[in-house]
């Protein structure tokens, strides 16, 4: 296993337009999270799954993104109607019941 | 709510030297999880260490090494012999059992001196 995968690592859009990530996670691991890092600061909770359950989402995820893990595996997260606030990294990470999560490289959006 | 603070947004050390990153964090859970990420220029995030608040005893990897001090709610982490390689923004992070999702700190930027 290669560890946590992302695509793509890097993503210029149009303001409006709607974009989406996928995130690989390892595969043994059933949780899997969203993180957003803009630049200078730490990572901010999105949200998470537990295999293909939702089980929590951050006030920061307006109705404007949506993420999902059909089959509990790989995950998406999508953006619709972008805007220049969207500019940030978006890093996923996965975990197993009692492990330390580990984390993708990340895909970078910029939105202009 | 918990939150994570490093103090620190800056600091150099010189190649060899040892050097101590600040973290302090505030919970009212009695147990959790703190640890501390490496996130090198333009690379992932790596898993430094981890500790367990339950332990008493603090946690050691190779030259990383941490000091936890559950009372006083501060979570150090000292880095021996450094190197070139470690340089990076070094991350504070929480975490309540259950795998629930972490809490990061702004960020320590680290830099390393030849």
């Known amino acids: 296993d290669t560890g946590v995968s992302q695509d793509p690592r890097h993503k210029i859009t149009k303001r409006g337009q709607n974009v989406t990530f996928r995130c690989d996670p390892i595969?043994?691991?059933?949780?899997l999270y969203w993180y957003r890092q803009t630049l200078g600061q730490g990572p901010e909770f999105l949200t998470y799954?537990?295999?293909?359950?939702?089980?929590?989402k951050s006030r920061l995820l307006s109705d404007r993104f949506s993420a999902e893990r059909p089959k509990g595996s790989f995950s998406t997260l999508e953006i619709q109607r972008t805007e220049q606030g969207d500019s940030a990294m978006y890093l996923c990470?996965?975990?197993?019941?009692?492990?330390?999560?580990?984390f993708g490289q990340g895909t970078r959006l910029t939105v202009v | 709510a918990q939150t994570v603070t490093q103090s620190q947004p800056e600091m150099s050390v010189q190649e060899a030297e040892t050097v101590t990153l600040s973290c302090t964090y505030d919970t009212s859970e009695s147990n959790y999880y703190l640890f501390w990420y490496k996130q090198p220029p333009s690379r992932q995030m790596i898993l430094v260490i981890r500790?367990?608040?339950?332990?008493?005893q603090n946690a050691t990897e190779n030259r990383f090494s941490v000091n936890f001090q559950k009372a006083a709610k501060s979570f150090s982490l000292k880095i021996s012999d450094s190197q070139l390689g470690d340089t990076a923004m070094y991350f504070c992070?929480?975490?309540?059992?259950?795998?629930?999702?972490?809490?990061f700190g702004k960020g320590t930027r680290l830099s390393v001196i030849a």
């Open positions: 990470a996965s975990s197993g019941d009692r492990d330390s999560a580990f």
């Open positions: 595969s043994e691991h059933n949780r």
């Open positions: 992070a929480f975490t309540p059992p259950g795998n629930t999702p972490l809490v």
């Open positions: 500790q367990e608040a339950y332990k008493q």
């Open positions: 799954f537990q295999n293909e359950a939702q089980l929590e």
